[in-house]
């Protein structure tokens, strides 16, 4: 590994441990029993991932994730698509995503919790709402991006309009698509833990909620940690697999510079 590959894996370390340093220090310093110090907090980390009941509660939570993400990504990626190419379609639905887009989904949560109760269902369709409307702009810009000249090329190449949208525009828009999956992503995962803080029955929410119910702020932080911690594992997968389907796009290191 180059001197520049070994510095960069282990930035994020250090910014790891420079955080806990800080954080140890200032509970120290405040004293205080509802801010536990980082010793205590990653002692409390164990016992978490190896209770079976907390293990269950998590695996739930990723369960909803997964379920609410993947429904975004197929309702928002055709809707995005063909907003960016059909105007009648961007005229109807901007306006509603203007109406939308600023309302906090996890407002929505009562609501829905008298329409669907507090099962499953509800949260599944606020991490649902929550995830589809990044992805839908992420997607109207991909496409509304791509250039005309393309499209005529496929038309004159016999494409019927479905088959230039599935091989002409999906790729083309993909890099901007995905950059919205990743914001996507991000808040999944933020609205399922407010989900499940609102709609108490099980999760790494409830886990959380519980714990500051009862007192436990060093499973209140570990719990915090924890779910960093699950954060930054998918985030990190999902560029591996980004980088991985969009490389041709991507710009190349080793390419000299060129100021001519």
Not at 57 to 63: A, G, Q, T, V
Not at 190 to 215: V, W, Y
């Amino acid at each position: 590994m180059s001197p520049r590959g070994f510095v960069k894996a282990l930035s994020p370390i250090l910014a790891c441990i420079g955080l806990l340093c800080v954080w140890q220090l200032a509970a120290m310093r405040l004293d205080t029993e509802s801010f536990p110090t980082a010793i205590e907090t990653l002692k409390a980390v164990p016992s978490i991932l190896t209770d079976k009941e907390s293990i269950l509660n998590i695996l739930d939570s990723m369960r909803r994730m997964a379920i609410g993400l993947t429904l975004a990504v197929c309702f928002a990626i055709p809707l995005g698509l063909m907003m960016g190419r059909v105007k009648a379609v961007a005229a109807f639905f901007n306006p509603l995503m203007m109406i939308i887009y600023p309302v906090p989904k996890a407002a929505l949560m009562p609501i829905i919790m008298l329409w669907l109760g507090v099962g499953d269902m509800s949260k599944t369709l606020v991490i649902f709402l929550g995830v589809s409307l990044p992805i839908i702009y992420h997607a109207f810009q991909g496409s509304k991006a791509v250039e005309e000249k393309m499209l005529w090329s496929g038309a004159a190449m016999g494409m019927s309009a479905p088959t230039r949208m599935l091989r002409i525009v999906l790729p083309a828009a993909l890099p901007e698509i995905l950059t919205g999956c990743r914001t996507g992503l991000v808040l999944a995962l933020i609205t399922m833990i407010t989900s499940e803080m609102i709609a108490r029955q099980s999760g790494a929410g409830n886990i959380l909620f519980n714990a500051l119910d009862m007192a436990q702020y060093d499973t209140v932080f570990a719990m915090i940690l924890i779910i960093g911690a699950m954060g930054i594992v998918f985030d990190a997968v999902f560029e591996k697999i980004r980088l991985s389907l969009v490389r041709w796009s991507q710009p190349r290191d080793d390419m000299p510079l060129s100021f001519t």
